[in-house]
């Protein structure tokens, strides 16, 4: 059954009108009984909170409903660029993709970013312009700037009829027919009928387009159609599929899913040119072999195989039954109640029960094949990216990759009571969602949470406050500085202390001297072990030092690049011990640090920006305002790379500018580079 099959995503930029689209085939293929409207805060596959109250999606939902003998299994994803990996990983575990277009806006940054990535894990797609209701759409102008920003080939299924307020229906290129919508059953009823003679001969001037592009990626196709033949409709159809499942051509339909029209012939698209499970390439594994010997090979999509393989691309926490496993079944098939393997932790799990998923609610079933996607309860170790499998062929399907989190803030319980619960809360939350990351600052003693961008984090911050209801408080962090020497100096310690009745004595000198920059700290002893002097006594001298690099010199921020030798020790057998040079080692390096000029270094980052052309300019010099230093440029297709350096500590908000002077159209990473001299 698996030609019955289709894994799509909605993929888009926020506000194109993903869910309005996906309530409307939900609908239409009887899943719900009533439309629920983003607007009004009641979609369907938007069921938390607050995705009811900001009016977009946050968590990709997924949902299975049926078409014409189809199963289809939806994964409506956000459009917001902080939920980018949440994009991501719906994209890795589809087969096919519809992407819808906003007929006012086009091409805009989110859907050049989800573009990219559907490119990256080779989905094939579909277009759908929405809003073509709206004043202002152009279903051609649309078509036209998807060709030129992604150098791909469209083409027509359907044009509309009428634009903005006269936007009154559409006319199908594939069988020459006109179709018009039934306001008053919430475009449920609709009629097909002949093309009218005023749009007949743009219909017709379509219509060859239509033959034109698909025939050049069809032998057979072009044969008729250069012997003048008549091609039918079903030879157009299986020509189409096949250019679409090859990513020869993107196909394009029309409609506005607010006034519900144009969505059941998106429907039949989806059916009849996005893939199968096993009509896309097998999915690439490594077959983990004794002595850790690592073997590439392919997973064909085959429910039949006694060797399971699943992808846990999703984790979501539910109240009463802990985590939610959201699984793409590659191979085989697994049951409810059994052991399955779990070949990323090296660990066996139970599955209590698999369900099918139902935006917010589930179905129970027994067993999930392969090509199929289902949620997983049970498992309490599993994470995004794991593969589930047998011990008997150990394979792991490529793993999920996730951007490094971009900002971070510093997050603290109201009460003490809350520490451990808040704690808890985070863990779920990073088991979730992998680009949110939270530690504990050693230096400065804060609990700082990081993730892709300030709304991302106002999200999670809210979600601990409201659905887990723990009290906190959130602030900037601190950045965290270092301190080194900038010359030479030597110094002796001679300690002396009598310690309950009992004379301690040590004696020692130190040399310091600066090390070449980002070289870290080094201690070395000059003096020759062996002899009369135990190893005790090097031992405590050497942990006292390292510790003291920790502590700083002046302004108690750890050292780095110093080099500190030991040069001399004076050792007296009857009264030295190891608390003695221990003392003494961590007094002499106070002393000798401080006079060899030290000065105080701020962390230094290297930002990547990845920029448009037009705004190359903006975002350069954004980070020349907040001190950066541009080394480098590299060109690419339709934008730049800046390479820069800037100062931690005036990085933070960088990510609001850019997005604002760039209309959204930039990004940037940042990765720690050295530390030097605070500015």
């Not at 704690?423 to 949110?436: A, K, V, W, Y």
């Not at 190891?578 to 962390?603: I, M, N, Q, R």
Request: net charge negative; hydrophobic share 35%.
């Amino acid at each position: 059954m698996l030609e019955k099959m289709r894994n799509i995503g909605i993929m888009a930029h926020i506000d194109a009108g993903k869910t309005t689209t996906t309530e409307r085939i939900l609908y239409y293929s009887g899943k719900i009984h009533k439309i629920g409207e983003i607007d009004d805060g009641a979609a369907t596959m938007d069921f938390m909170q607050q995705e009811q109250e900001r009016g977009i999606t946050i968590a990709s939902a997924a949902i299975t409903t049926s078409w014409k003998g189809h199963q289809i299994n939806i994964i409506d994803t956000p459009g917001h660029v902080d939920f980018t990996a949440e994009v991501e990983r719906s994209l890795r575990v589809l087969d096919g993709a519809v992407a819808v277009i906003c007929a006012v806006g086009w091409v805009q940054p989110q859907t050049e970013t989800v573009w990219r990535q559907a490119d990256e894990f080779n989905v094939p797609r579909i277009c759908f312009v929405n809003k073509m209701d709206r004043t202002g759409a152009d279903f051609f102008g649309a078509m036209n700037d998807v060709k030129e920003k992604f150098k791909c080939e469209t083409v027509a299924l359907e044009i509309p009829v009428g634009a903005g307020q006269d936007f009154d229906g559409v006319i199908d290129l594939v069988r020459m027919k006109e179709i018009h919508w039934d306001a008053a059953t919430e475009g449920e009823k609709f009629t097909v009928g002949e093309i009218s003679a005023e749009m007949k001969e743009k219909a017709e001037e379509w219509r060859a387009k239509l033959i034109d592009s698909v025939a050049s990626t069809d032998d057979e196709l072009a044969e008729i159609y250069l012997e003048g033949g008549e091609i039918s409709t079903e030879q157009m159809v299986k020509a189409l599929r096949k250019a679409t499942i090859s990513r020869a051509l993107v196909p394009f339909l029309c409609g506005s899913s607010r006034r519900n029209q144009g969505v059941q012939p998106l429907m039949d698209a989806i059916v009849d040119y996005l893939p199968s499970p096993d009509e896309v390439p097998p999915a690439q594994a490594v077959h983990l072999k004794k002595h850790d010997e690592e073997e590439q090979i392919e997973i064909p999509c085959d429910p039949s195989s006694k060797t399971p393989a699943g992808l846990v691309f999703k984790i979501q926490y539910d109240r009463e039954a802990g985590p939610l496993s959201f699984v793409r079944m590659y191979s085989g098939k697994i049951s409810t109640g059994t052991q399955v393997y779990n070949v990323s932790k090296k660990k066996r799990e139970r599955i209590n029960r698999i369900l099918r998923v139902n935006a917010n609610h589930m179905e129970q079933m027994d067993s999930v094949s392969a090509g199929d996607i289902a949620v997983f309860v049970g498992l309490k170790i599993s994470q995004t990216g794991d593969t589930l499998g047998s011990e008997g062929m150990p394979v792991l399907l490529e793993s999920v990759k996730f951007p490094e989190p971009v900002i971070s803030i510093a997050i603290e319980p109201e009460t003490m009571s809350d520490r451990d619960k808040l704690n808890e809360t985070l863990e779920i939350l990073s088991r979730e969602d992998p680009t949110f990351t939270h530690r504990d600052d050693e230096e400065t003693g804060q609990l700082v949470i990081s993730g892709m961008g300030e709304l991302h984090l106002d999200v999670l911050v809210t979600r601990i406050r409201d659905d887990f209801k723990v009290q906190c408080r959130v602030g900037a962090p601190q950045v965290t500085y270092r301190e080194a020497v900038t010359s030479t100096a030597d110094y002796t310690e001679n300690y002396s202390r009598t310690i309950a009745g009992k004379e301690n004595t040590a004696g020692l000198t130190l040399h310091v001297e600066p090390r070449e920059t980002g070289s870290g700290n080094l201690y070395t002893c000059a003096v020759k072990k062996g002899g009369e002097i135990p190893v005790e006594i090097f031992d405590a001298i050497e942990q006292s030092i390292n510790n003291c690099f920790g502590g700083g010199i002046k302004m108690g921020y750890p050292c780095t690049d110093t080099a500190i030798t030991l040069t001399a020790i004076d050792f007296n057998p009857q009264t030295s011990t190891g608390v003695a040079f221990s003392a003494a080692a961590a007094e002499a390096f106070d002393h000798v640090c401080s006079s060899a000029s030290p000065e105080l270094l701020e962390p230094v980052m290297a930002v990547d920006i990845e920029s448009p052309t037009e705004f190359v300019g903006e975002a350069m010099s954004q980070i020349t305002q907040r001190g950066g230093i541009i080394s480098s440029m590299d060109e690419k297709t339709g934008g730049n790379i800046v390479h820069a350096e800037a100062p931690m500590a005036k990085m933070f908000g960088f990510t609001t500018s850019l997005r604002s002077v760039t209309q959204g159209r930039a990004s940037f990473s940042m990765t720690f580079s050295h530390f030097q001299k605070k500015s």
